[in-house]
């Protein structure tokens, strides 16, 4: 088969183990022949009579002759016998057999027998049996695939140039990195272009951003555009529990992409093996650091003339070892964010290739309604909208099955339990607190829909603001504004039933976290000042933070933080109940509408408050898309 037939993601050139060895067949079959052989070539012929029953024939003149061998006699009668004339009988040691033969006239001889066959099958048979054994064990434990003796192999996949079907073609939102990727390409592809000028082509890429936004499609984009091979592997596969089995693996990984160069090394995870060397308080790693040790070396020690291109996707760069990041090893770092809403409806269009839409499908509406999602989210979303329809045993897509797949991703999945008529009350109260606040401050997104249907973990109901545009940078008016739509909910409670409930547990974890970074973090506390007090960074792309939970201040600091933290919250509870507390006949209005309903839309909202759309209300062409759940 040619190699090109196989499909993508096999190795090359290597058994597949788990069979067994051609060997040992051959010699299970050689033995069958053998002992087959023995028993129709060996086998004596004629009837088999006892040494009594022979020597009475002897007497009686019966015999004609003889062939007296170590342990058996063949003969012959003088006719016929129960339809032979042939007999075999056992010898026994009998000094009088000769005279008695010569007393009957019986012709006699002697035989001479070939021991090799037996030979052959008591040593030789054994032996070769032993050396297929030895073979097939010997196979399996140096097969490629995991064996025992191919720990010190790389257990990368290798994807021939005609096995990477994906092209930019395949790859959307992301305009900046791909940009920056396609000079990679023409690297590959004309490297004298660069290289007759005196420039060097670029030994690594490093691409960084959160997690599903298309860094590995990124990668394989770019071998299916240059056409060369493509080496994939995971940095935590080079590390096992043998010492110095990732530096063997490392170098073994080198020497094969040399052979198949020009050709790209793409490592995904990076972070999980290059680490920086000393960062673990409770000791290093050795096998590790060994690793990373061997992986600089062969960065530094391979000839950027043979277009090698290693590329790697971590999004966890602030790890990452000081000299992965220095020029001459990972040259350019490439940032493959979170889409813009045009890229994000381009994400769409891609993903609906191959699903039926209904003509009422919107994709611009579905774009600007899935703010934060990454590439990966929208391909879920797609998906999820396809099963829902599938499931209502629809012929194509709606509108409305995005609708759901929105909510259902961003709420979690609707539970329709029964509740008594007090809950159902509380929360009603609670969830046109959060609405009735975030629509009566000024510059607050808009409210998309309030829902008191319960989804996902433990969630009684929620309110959907969707901003009108993408933001990046909050003001401390904005933050201000959000704290009091957080406990908006609260406060409800707190006007119109005279208690509270255990509902807000989570709007307070929110907003005490927004109010303790406004007073650590961004330095929005006029009593500490423009000073950061957090103490340890914080991970670009994930919600992790690194180092130790409190900064490097004294008590009396942390007093004082304190004391700001309950102080912006207080007036942001004081704002909210001031504004719930003006409009009380509005919170009744909506609650009972809300526990008719169940669901209610924004517009029905801003209709019963008596308030206009906002400037850029949501049309077919540019609907907001939601931020999260209050």
Known sequence: MNPRDKRPGDRRSVPRPGRPAGAVWYVLAFVMVMALAQAWFLAPAGRQMSYSEFKSAVRGGQVAEVVVGEQAIRGTYNRDVNGSRNFNAARIEDPKLLEELDAAGVKYTGEFVSRWLPEVIGWV????????????????????????????????????????????????????????????????????????????????????????????????????????????????????????????????????????????????????????????????????????????????????????????????????????????????????????????????????????????????????RTAGFAGADLANLVNEAALLAARKDKTAVEMRDFEEAIDRLIAGLEKRRVMSRKEREIVAYHESGHAIVATMLPDMDPVHKISIVQRGFGALGYTMQLPLEDRYLMQRGDLLNQLAVLLGGRTAEEIALGEISTGAQNDLLRATDIARSMVTEWGMSDALGAINYDGHKRNKFLDITLGPERGPYGEDTARLIDAEVKRIMSEAHNQARKILTAHRGDLESVTRRLLELEVMEGQELRALLGVPPPAAEPSPETTPLPSGIQ
């Open 125 to 368: 048979v054994p032996i070769l049996l032993l050396f297929a054994l030895w073979s097939f064990f010997f196979r399996r434990m140096g097969g490629a695939e995991g064996g025992v003796m191919s720990f010190a192999r790389s257990k990368h996949r290798v994807f021939a140039e005609d096995d990477v079907k994906v092209s930019f073609a395949d790859v959307a939102g992301v305009d900046e990195a791909e940009q920056e990727l396609k000079e990679i390409v023409e690297f590959l592809q004309n490297p004298k272009k660069y290289t007759a000028l005196g420039g060097r082509i670029p030994k690594g890429v490093l691409l960084v951003g959160p997690p599903g936004t298309g860094k590995t499609l990124l990668a394989r984009a770019v071998a299916g555009e240059a056409k060369v091979p493509f080496f994939s592997l995971s940095g935590s596969e080079f590390v096992e529990m043998f010492v110095g089995v990732g530096a063997a693996r490392v170098r073994d990984l080198f020497a094969q992409a040399e052979q198949k160069a020009p050709c790209i090394i793409f490592i995904d995870e990076l972070d999980a093996l290059g680490r920086a060397r000393g960062a673990n308080p409770m000791g290093s790693h050795e096998e590790r650091e060994q690793t990373l040790n061997q992986l600089l070396a062969e960065m530094d020690g391979f000839d950027s003339r043979k277009a090698i291109i290693i590329m790697a996707a971590t999004n966890r760069p602030e790890v990452l070892d000081p000299a992965l990041l220095r020029p001459g090893r990972f040259d350019r770092q490439v940032l493959v964010d979170k889409p813009d809403v045009k890229g994000r409806e381009e994400v769409l269009r891609i993903h609906t290739r191959q699903v039926k839409l209904s003509a009422d499908v919107n994709l611009k509406i579905v774009a600007a």
